[in-house]
């Protein structure tokens, strides 16, 4: 009786794990599609079932409540003024120096590369030529045309 394709069951099963047995969860436009495989699978009426069992058991679980040594350490963190001013609201993390050296080094290197080697990037005079000998050829081919 079930004429419910593979890839509809597969597709409803995705659709319960991402909002569970409820239809109130659903999105509107998907309680239509809901209804329909429902009235026609036994096999998404099972998974509906299981789903529901799902969750029950989420909803039956509750967070525990924290300790009090965590609630103390969290609030004690929070009363810790901010190291540094400005500086230590704009660059939270411990050490300065470090990311500063790194970019100070990247620097240096580059300044370095740049005084040895100035022709860095630029074009070798090969490829120049190679340029003027492919743009000459397409000039030479548009007087050739206009020749005959």
Known sequence: MSDVTNIELERFQYLLDAWGANDSRWPEDKIDFMNDILRRSEQARDLLEEAQEMDLLLDQNTAPEPSSALLSSVLELSDKPVRGGLLGLLWPFQLVWKPAAGMAFALCLGVTLGIVNPDFGLPDSEDTEFE?????????????????
Not at 132 to 148: G, K, M, R
């Open 132 to 148: 003027t000998i492919v743009f000459d050829a397409d000039l030479d081919l548009e007087l050739d045309d206009d020749n005959s």
